[in-house]
């Protein structure tokens, strides 16, 4: 509703943001060079792709080479009252990817800070800038650090680490809690100052081995917020270990749920098991393994239960299936896979350590052609990758499966889901890690999929010893505008159910944060009242998580 | 130096906040009843126990018995302008006690607010008040909960569990670093409003399950702070494992220190070993065991090294004694006991199970006459103590040790040091989990202590698999002028050489908080910002650790 009188005002605003932008635009070129500074139409509309129904637009792109320049941009912004929008690789899909909460914002993208500063193999820590990917640390590692192992997400080999870590992603391995496992950040400010978190200011011999330093502990206040810019985080690694072994269980029936996190649960707290435990639904396994049956139905179709039960059988899939593994010694890996055994009795649980992988690859090599063997030769090629992140060996691997619907995807020959206009958004609610829960989380979220006409594909994770992170996602063509529609509906059903249910989602994106601020709560006030004594002016982020 | 302008206004302000405190007491003793405010000087004098060097006096002190009422505190002291200072059990011996950073602030002791809200059997955690004691929450589980145990320092039955967590204190179980197994706050800020860390605000089932909630993690501000005032905690607690060993190392040799630390770390990396590992020197363990030799003398002299080495050989004991525990069930137990073996060779390594220590007992009982079987009988007196506390058993059996040097405490028929003016300064820098860096510590700090004429009994902790703790305390009679001065002299010199050597302390007391900020950081300034925002009148426990 447009007046009169809201009009010029309204266009002044909006003029003279333009006129800010462009003099800091003007300033960041003449202090960074021009090759650090892009506005044009071609990259402004690229960093705008998202998988979300709703994108943002950028005012512009900003690639500074070193904290330094970081804290430079920074003072500029503050000088023209523009605001900054810092991404590491930009690849947060289905929590918005690059786009910042709302339009206009100045991108700073990190890439270019992609030193690895430095690795310490006794302490079994790195230093690294936000630009480092998980495959440029994984190659690293393996190339002049082989007793140390990184740790993994399914995101891809292009994906930040420390992005993922300050936005809470989890991974597999024991160092799988990407935010407890990061020991020491230097970040810049909003008003361009340098801070170092715990020890660092000190210049501590610790600085990247105790987290907490002395005083406050403010590193949680960096995480999934708008109050700094992180231009370089200690992450530990796990130390090689002597033996490994992964361990996966196949449980036929629906209502194996309850009964397996249960089990699970009791693993992690005897500390028997220490990696991240994942329990993957039928569709969220079919979907790193084909294309969704009616991928070339227009409308989006949802599996019907009897293909989804055929499919199920035809893969050798259960309708749960576990991930887990065991880190040790020669010594110790007979008990342990016996102790894990007498646990998830009456689960049958399978290992499968290197030895076991390179023979089943040979044998499916040898015998390609006899039938029960190609399909253990298919059964590998999905169990590969998941093995291989026990390991902590990234992969672009299960790219493709969040566009299953979407089956061009690889044909393409792209696993950029943003190439393909893949529509994405993930719903992920945490509950205590006890079967009630589970299957509470799964009465309560598949109906509302399927009632907006998605399927379910989910992944229940015991990230910590007591929780479950339940990550779930609505998959759709974002072409088709039909589909976008309803995926924006059943999203925001979701959130409102879970939020009012007390399953509160562990992360989200830029249409989710609102919805989290709803609440009133004096948590969401004192975050703001911090955000406005450390950045009065919103230069970082504004709308990010803190209002 | 007083000149005759200064003393009027300073007198105006000493009266006019004595007439703002009494106000304050008047409104609080009508909100809360008379039962609930003591102002009287024994009371105060009580308080202002201290066995640091320096004491100060608080203006009141105040007993509520629930959160709203810590609510209704906060705002009057706000109306009146009257800075609070909250004490769970005042038992921060060797860090300050009860006492403020500076005279005149009202003690809130949280005493009465001990009530142990919930605990879960499944998810392993309990909800409880500051007011809650380990010998309190100990017995509670063995009544109720036998499948949990908790984790306890050696501070005593009565020291608060939630008190020592917010100040990042550790004990010996997987659940030994303390702030970290906190899960979920509830808090009082400094405007009287309530706050819930995590997911509390969204009255989520899994707020004590998982850590982050989502958004920023505003947990670590109210750790080692002036923030809040915190009301309530979630407490992770250990699954009782199916199988317990304690294990011992004794190292001969002073020069074992960096040999076992190496190997020590590498069994945390591993998994092996989830307990904290503490490494104690001779007079660590002596101090447990014996009454200090030169405790008679009133100058407070110090073991000379023949006789240090004569109470080594007598009391059994090494340079260097090692204590860590495995957590397990009964198929993993030998493997466990071997791989550990196997990684601490040359060392050798004692295992200790429930039935070897009752028969242990029972021999000693049984065989008192004979010689060796007495010293066993000494030995299992000071080795069934830290057996407990690798359980989670706390114990008074500690709290003679830091007063070990005037041996008259246990016979006075008192625990607490504060009866006797025990004089006691930790001093706790923090250092990579290395070899080296704990060779260098000893190397640094030793001729520091022995300069200003005191012993160092030493811990070194792996709290975190990559960090040493390094507890080391300077032991004194209060009641001597000239031992007082010695122990400051030596505290300050200790703080200045370890800080500008790189290794901060974890912690520390009144004295220190100065220190820490001498560095005048971006991290101080960013605190004082924080501060600034939720507390501008300075209404909670100006000066501590934040200025």
Request: charged share 40%.
């Given at each position: 509703m447009i007046t009169n009188t809201a009009v010029s005002p309204t266009t002044h605003s909006v003029n003279s943001h333009a006129n800010s932008l462009l003099s800091a635009v003007c300033q960041w070129q003449q202090a960074l060079?021009?090759?650090?500074?892009a506005a044009d139409i071609t990259t402004l509309e690229r960093y705008a792709r998202t998988t979300l129904p709703a994108s943002s637009m950028p005012g512009a792109v900003l690639y500074p080479l070193n904290a330094t320049q970081v804290q430079t941009i920074v003072k500029i912004a503050g000088l023209h009252g523009v605001s900054l929008h810092p991404i590491s690789r930009g690849r947060n899909y289905g929590y918005g990817n690059a786009c910042p909460a709302t339009d206009g914002q100045v991108i700073i993208d990190l890439q270019r800070m992609n030193r690895i500063v430095s690795v310490d193999d006794e302490l079994a820590y790195t230093v690294i800038e936000p630009g480092v990917t998980q495959g440029q640390l994984f190659e690293y590692l393996q190339g002049y650090h082989p007793d140390l192992w990184m740790d993994a997400t399914g995101a891809g080999l292009e994906a930040s680490i420390v992005g993922n870590a300050l936005d809470r992603g989890f991974g597999h391995?024991?160092?799988?809690?990407h935010f407890r496992a990061t020991c020491g950040l230097q970040l810049v400010l909003a008003d361009g100052n340098m801070l170092e978190t715990g020890f660092g200011h000190y210049a501590a011999h610790a600085a990247h081995c105790y987290p907490y330093g002395v005083g406050p502990v403010l590193d949680g206040l960096f995480s999934q917020s708008n109050l700094g810019i992180v231009t370089r985080a200690g992450i530990w690694l796990n130390r090689r270990p002597q033996a490994f072994e992964a361990f996966f269980v196949k449980a036929k029936s629906a209502q194996a749920l309850a009964g397996l996190t249960d089990r699970l649960r009791e693993l992690r707290l005897s500390g028997l098991v220490t990696s991240a435990v994942h329990i993957a639904n039928d569709l969220r396994v079919m979907s790193s393994r084909i294309s969704h049956p009616m991928a070339s139905d227009e409308r989006g179709q949802m599996l019907d239960s009897e293909t989804r039960r055929q499919l199920v059988r035809k893969l050798g899939i259960g309708h749960w299936n576990v991930s887990g593994a065991i880190y040790g010694s020669h010594i110790t890996m007979g008990a342990m896979r016996k102790a894990i055994r007498r646990t998830l009795r009456p689960f049958h649980v399978v290992f499968l350590s290197d030895r076991k992988l390179a023979l089943a690859k040979r044998a499916t090599r040898l015998l390609r052609t006899i039938d029960p063997v190609r399909r253990l030769s298919k059964t590998l090629q999905v169990i590969e990758p998941v093995y291989q992140l026990l390991k902590g060996q990234p992969t672009d691997a299960f790219l493709p499966s969040i566009a299953w619907h979407m089956p061009q995807l690889g044909a393409m020959g792209t696993t950029d889901p943003l190439d393909r206009s893949v529509g994405l958004i993930w719903v992920s609610p945490v509950a205590p890690a006890q079967g009630q829960h589970g299957d509470t989380l799964v009465h309560l979220m598949e109906p509302i999929f399927n009632k907006h006409g998605f399927d379910m594909p989910v992944t229940m994770t015991l990230v910590t010893d007591r929780a479950l992170c339940v990550v779930s996602n609505i998959s759709f063509?974002?072409?088709n505008p039909s589909q976008v529609e309803r995926a924006q509906h059943c999203h925001d059903e979701l959130m409102q159910t879970l939020l009012s249910s007390g399953y509160p989602p562990y992360r989200t994106g830029p249409g989710g944060f609102e919805k989290l601020r709803a609440n009133d709560s004096s948590f969401w006030s004192t975050c703001r009242r911090i955000k406005q004594s450390l950045d009065p002016d919103a230069i970082i982020s504004p709308g990010r998580y803190v209002a």
């Open positions: 060079g021009k090759r650090a500074v391995t024991p160092c799988g809690d063509d974002r072409q």
